[in-house]
């Protein structure tokens, strides 16, 4: 039987996968896209969470600008979105903008056949591709503290590993992490009757500020607002992406790694504080079972406390690795040049593999913060899809 070919398989249907799609879609090419359309956000956010990013930021991306989310439903500078709601805007986008050529199967693997790409899906079905799209969100980088490794999942788990945290109701759990994913997660947490500790190496939590839905004319020239916050540095990474990978690697791999750092939204706080003990200053030394988990902490003098805990969520964030992109056959994944973990990506977000691009998380080292948020998702639809076309014509 000869196994069907088509111009582009898209891998993923979150945000990036689905905005890639409907452009590509648009552009004439016949494009498929694979998967549950926004299964991470629906599985591995935990219920009740609200995005940090501001709404007129978390807009999925079609060519014609008809499917933001104020088109779905309108909310005001400063209103924070209900994941679920966030969730429902995604599958609304897919039903207007990606319809049929989305594919509710997972890709198992995707290796090299000739001179196309094979795909194997999770049902056995194969297919071929000219030109492949992994958008493969941001679970395949879950980062955990070294302490941490070879800890089983019943007593250490990754904040993306939780949906419903009511079944922590009435244990003591501690968080890692100053971030936003670290404050969010304890305080529904504790809302849903766990007793929580958060544990941070910084010596001071951070917290948004207010949004300023009118601000002066100087607040404005001093600190401009852009889709990924306030200032000046904010508004050249949400605005010039393009520009960000001729940077010298050094100083993009710098801005990545401490640009938009780690913070709690200005709506959280008072939430947080009436509910969540914290352990700051303290950074985690090594990690044992002992009646649920007992964590050595050092603080900043180098003295070392003990803290006994029923489980630990590590909300320690996403480091990107070229290693961990297991949908890619090992020879494919040989292929594709990093430097370092972070895979090196051309202006059309193409690996050093022709016809493979890379989208989202993945494409933050060479595109810069942008690429870390749904904000991103605008500029990388209509780059890719300019380089799909290219290669296919």
């Known amino acids: 039987m000869r196994i069907p070919i088509i111009d582009v398989a898209i891998v993923g249907a979150g945000p990036y996968g689905l905005s890639v799609a409907a452009h590509a879609l648009h552009a004439g090419l016949e494009a498929r896209v694979f998967g549950i359309p926004m299964r991470a956000w629906e599985n591995h956010m935990p219920r009740g969470m609200l995005l940090k990013s501001e709404p007129d930021a978390s807009h999925l991306a079609d060519p014609e600008r008809r499917h933001g989310l104020d088109a779905y439903h309108p909310y005001g500078y400063g209103d924070p979105v209900p994941v679920e709601r966030f969730v429902d805007y995604g599958r609304w986008f897919h039903a207007r903008a990606v319809g049929a050529a989305l594919e509710e199967s997972e890709v198992a693997s995707v290796g090299v056949e000739g001179g196309s790409f094979a795909l194997t899906l999770a049902s056995g079905e194969q297919?071929?591709?000219?030109?492949?799209?992994?958008?493969?969100?941001?679970?395949?980088?879950?980062?955990?503290?070294?302490?941490?490794?070879?800890?089983?999942?019943?007593?250490?788990?990754?904040?993306?590993?939780?949906?419903?945290?009511?079944?922590?109701?009435?244990?003591?759990?501690?968080?890692?992490?100053?971030?936003?994913?670290?404050?969010?997660?304890?305080?529904?947490?504790?809302?849903?009757?766990?007793?929580?500790?958060?544990?941070?190496?910084?010596?001071?939590?951070?917290?948004?500020?207010?949004?300023?839905?009118?601000?002066?004319?100087?607040?404005?020239?001093?600190?401009?607002?852009?889709?990924?916050?306030?200032?000046?540095?904010?508004?050249?990474?949400?605005?010039?992406?393009?520009?960000?990978?001729?940077?010298?690697?050094?100083?993009?791999?710098?801005?990545?790694?401490?640009?938009?750092g780690p913070a709690g939204s200005w709506w959280l706080r008072d939430r947080f504080e009436a509910a969540v003990s914290v352990t700051l200053g303290s950074a985690l030394a090594a990690a044992e079972l002992h009646d649920g988990v007992r964590l050595r902490l050092r603080d900043r003098s180098g003295a070392e406390t003990t803290l006994d805990t029923e489980h630990v969520i590590a909300a320690t964030g996403y480091r990107v690795d070229v290693g961990r992109l297991r949908v890619l056959d090992d020879g494919l994944r040989r292929a594709v040049a990093a430097a370092g973990p972070a895979p090196r990506l051309g202006p059309a977000f193409e690996t050093s593999v022709a016809g493979l691009h890379l989208v989202g998380l993945a494409a933050a080292a060479t595109f810069g913060p942008a690429m870390r948020f749904v904000y991103g998702c605008d500029y990388a639809a209509r780059r890719v899809t300019q380089g799909l076309v290219r290669h296919l014509r």
Do not use: K
């Open 127 to 260: 297919l071929l591709a000219r030109t492949v799209v992994l958008a493969v969100g941001f679970l395949p980088f879950a980062h955990r503290p070294a302490a941490l490794e070879g800890l089983p999942p019943e007593a250490v788990t990754h904040s993306s590993d939780h949906h419903d945290v009511g079944r922590f109701s009435g244990r003591h759990v501690t968080v890692i992490g100053a971030g936003q994913a670290a404050l969010e997660t304890a305080t529904l947490l504790a809302e849903a009757g766990a007793q929580v500790r958060v544990v941070a190496r910084t010596a001071a939590l951070a917290w948004n500020d207010t949004p300023d839905g009118r601000p002066s004319v100087a607040s404005r020239l001093l600190a401009p607002r852009s889709g990924l916050g306030r200032g000046w540095r904010s508004l050249a990474w949400a605005r010039v992406p393009g520009a960000f990978r001729h940077l010298p690697r050094g100083v993009r791999d710098h801005v990545v790694r401490t640009a938009l």
